[in-house]
């Protein structure tokens, strides 16, 4: 787990104009002497604002804003602002009292951590003039006696300093600012939270017309709602007629439709009664007498045009309104349109948890993780505990998960099934990923002022999907399956990786290929390494050569653990003997030797094969006896091969031809020392190479099931 017992401090690199900067000691005395506290707000107290607002800084709501940053040798440093403390107070929240008495609080929007027993500035920016804020001088008079003040204790209370004219900072010696901090006192010493995924539509789509813009809301098309609504541009109330806004919620949307070039979403902000509500966003158009719809709605977060793929985040989808297959979906700038073909559900096969952990020294953050899972393979999706995995907070590793198919759904399919995590209570979540997050600190009793923390507000989990299946067979037109990574190009196999060429030296010309790799190959996975061979004497270009499949040599049926990656394996791997046969021709073959002409005992040779044709003659008993030929000519009695029949263990009576699948790939020619052997696109035959190249393939029954190769070597030898 990933953590520091000293605190640091965020900056944003940036100069604020101020008024005033007053500098504090943040005393680890006072607070159980912990190495850092939670700031939650910072009360200035005002003896007077201005009765108008002049607005000299251009705000859209001028006020006063307060700020913090680190102080280093006695002087504040601007540019170490922390970008978190920026908080602002308009003009009429601003309270001002005779007497001091009454602050006004400028609550920071999350806890600001800052570690103890350093200096820090309190910036305050007055976006108007007139702002007058109270503060003690020494010798004057305390308020509502004749006591002179004694000053402030420098080091404990800090310096003001105010604004000048230059980058040089001199502090008032005998003046500072009234001001208050309030720190987090935390109540228990242990705490659990749970985080769940965002709302997300996972969407392939087809008919798309128009570009959608990334963040803007989209909306699924369906039936108009009952009633009409008048819709203003520039004015975000809507009005309706014969209509039941009651039973909306704020947060819900409502997607005003007046023609197919004028409709928006907007997103509720107060309903008022049946027939008045507000929108948070004004429409762009104006129509008093429109339709309405209450649409799924979400906002565009991924798109990819060339596969058809959008995601939506922030989606409005429930029990009754939801994003479906073949519904149309339109943007609301853009424009744009297109039919929703499936909602998918995203394989989880890996994860990198990377929140933003602090803990102090006496403090422990701990998590697990589960998603949700189909225990039989189906479409029943639901979620158990008995699947969490601990959370490795190193932010440079990524965790495998192992033991189950984990999923996460599109939410308008998560709220379709009943098996996912929900609320214990009222069942309303149906999430499909869940992280539990304990909290801790050894302490005990109430002062407690430091605690270890996430930040959900940086949260991210990066989730990866092994791009991996068992897919890399197709069928040829007589239905035969072949493999289709033996093409030049192309394939079905979705992971796979393609070394450079490698040429060899002038008249070198191994005449066999050896592969010897270490894998992780758990059972239900396998590697298909191929090599694509060849010689510079012919005419084909390298690129256009078919790759030849290798053959596992030794360790062909052993697998790796299923939980122990580190299970490497070492396989030595070779090409074949023969390419793979596709169909036997029935009936039986008389040979010659010396003589290509083959006579078939049957009257229809010619329906089986064809000119071009990769034939093996063999033995039916004694399959190792075989001869390797291309087809020249080929009638209903008789087949004619490239090379007289030269092994003497096939001349004769009663021999079988298989078809083969595969004419242009590389083999070991037993008919000529085991020297390799391929024939190019006009059945040329070559012998030894010169130049290869390796491709590596990765198969899977289970995407988050994926084996590994750690080393591979690839050697032209000697046959």
């Not at 390298?542 to 939980?563: F, G, M, R």
Request: glycine fraction near 6%; charged fraction near 15%.
């Amino acid at each position: 787990m990933a953590s520091s017992t000293q605190p640091h401090l965020e900056v944003c690199y940036t100069v604020p104009q101020y008024n005033y900067i007053q500098t504090f000691y943040a005393d680890p005395e006072i607070v159980n002497k912990a190495s850092a506290v939670s700031l939650t707000s910072l009360d200035l107290f005002f003896k007077s604002k201005p009765s108008t607002v002049n607005n000299i800084s251009g705000s859209t709501a001028p006020g006063v804003l307060v700020s913090i940053c680190a102080v280093e040798n006695d002087t504040p440093i601007l540019s170490k602002t922390i970008s978190a403390s920026l908080v602002k107070v308009e003009h009429k929240g601003v309270y001002v009292f005779d007497d001091a008495s009454v602050p006004t609080s400028f609550v920071f929007n999350k806890p600001l951590r800052l570690p103890t027993g350093q200096t820090y500035g309190i910036i305050v920016t007055f976006e108007d003039s007139g702002y007058e804020l109270w503060t003690n001088k020494q010798g004057d008079a305390i308020l509502g006696t004749n006591t002179p003040s004694p000053g402030s204790n420098l080091i404990r209370d800090g310096k003001l300093y105010m604004s000048n004219n230059s980058d040089i900072f001199r502090s008032l010696s005998d003046v500072d600012l009234k001001f208050a901090l309030r720190v987090a006192r935390y109540t228990a010493n242990s705490v659990t939270r749970d985080l769940l995924n965002k709302d997300y539509e996972f969407l392939t789509i087809n008919s798309q017309t128009g570009i959608f813009i990334p963040g803007e809301l989209v909306h699924g098309t369906v039936a108009n709602s009952a009633g009409t609504i008048s819709v203003n541009a520039g004015n975000n109330e809507i009005v309706g007629t014969g209509t039941t806004f009651t039973s909306l919620g704020v947060g819900q949307y409502i997607t005003a439709v007046s023609n197919t070039t004028h409709f928006q979403a907007l997103r509720i902000d107060n309903v008022s009664n049946t027939t008045h509500l507000t929108v948070d966003t004004v429409p762009m158009f104006s129509n008093t007498t429109c339709n309405y719809q209450i649409a799924p709605t979400g906002r565009v977060y991924h798109k990819n045009e060339l596969n058809d793929v959008m995601y939506l985040v922030d989606s409005s989808a429930n029990s009754t309104v939801l994003f479906a297959p073949n519904q149309i979906i339109q943007g609301s700038l853009s424009k744009a349109r297109a039919t929703i073909t499936s909602l998918d559900i995203i394989n989880v096969d890996r994860i990198n948890y990377k929140p933003t952990v602090r803990t102090p020294a006496d403090g422990r953050v701990s998590s697990s993780f589960a998603f949700a899972y189909t225990p039989d393979g189906g479409t029943n999706y639901v979620y158990s505990q008995s699947n969490a995995e601990t959370v490795n907070f190193n932010l440079d590793t990524i965790q495998d998960i192992k033991d189950y198919d984990a999923k996460l759904l599109s939410r308008s399919l998560e709220l379709t099934h009943n098996g996912l995590y929900s609320n214990s209570t009222t069942g309303v979540y149906r999430k499909s990923a869940r992280f539990i997050n304990t909290l801790s600190v050894t302490q005990t009793g109430t002062n407690i002022y430091n605690s270890p923390s996430i930040d959900v507000g940086e949260l991210a989990v990066l989730v990866y999907n092994n791009r991996i299946s068992n897919a890399y067979l197709t069928v040829d037109a007589n239905s035969i399956p072949i493999d289709s990574e033996t093409r030049p190009v192309g394939g079905l196999a979705l992971a796979r990786h393609i070394s450079s060429k490698v040429t060899f030296g002038v008249n070198k010309f191994p005449e066999d290929c050896k592969v010897y790799m270490t894998a992780y190959r758990p059972l239900g996975t396998d590697i298909k390494v191929y090599v694509r061979l060849h010689n510079s004497t012919d005419s084909d270009a390298a690129d256009d050569k078919a790759w030849s499949p290798l053959e596992y040599v030794t360790s062909s049926a052993q697998y790796s653990s299923s939980v122990n990656e580190s299970d490497f394996i070492e396989y030595e791997l070779g090409l074949p003997s023969y390419p793979e046969s596709a169909v036997t021709i029935p009936g039986r073959f008389t040979s010659q030797s010396a003589n290509a002409v083959l006579v078939y005992t049957g009257t229809d040779a010619n329906s089986y094969v064809a000119v071009g044709d990769g034939i093996k003659l063999y033995n039916e008993l004694i399959p190792t006896n075989y001869q390797v030929g291309i087809i020249t000519a080929a009638n209903t009695t008789t087949i004619s091969i490239n090379d007289p029949v030269s092994n003497s263990n096939v001349i004769g009576a009663g021999f079988k031809i298989d078809r083969l699948k595969h004419t242009d790939i590389a083999f070991n020619n037993a008919q000529n020392s085991n020297i390799v052997r391929y024939y190019n696109s006009s059945r040329v035959e070559f012998d030894k190479y010169d130049s290869m190249q390796v491709k590596i393939v990765l198969l899977s029954d289970l995407t988050y099931k994926s084996p590994k190769v750690d080393q591979i070597q690839v050697l032209g030898v000697s046959a």
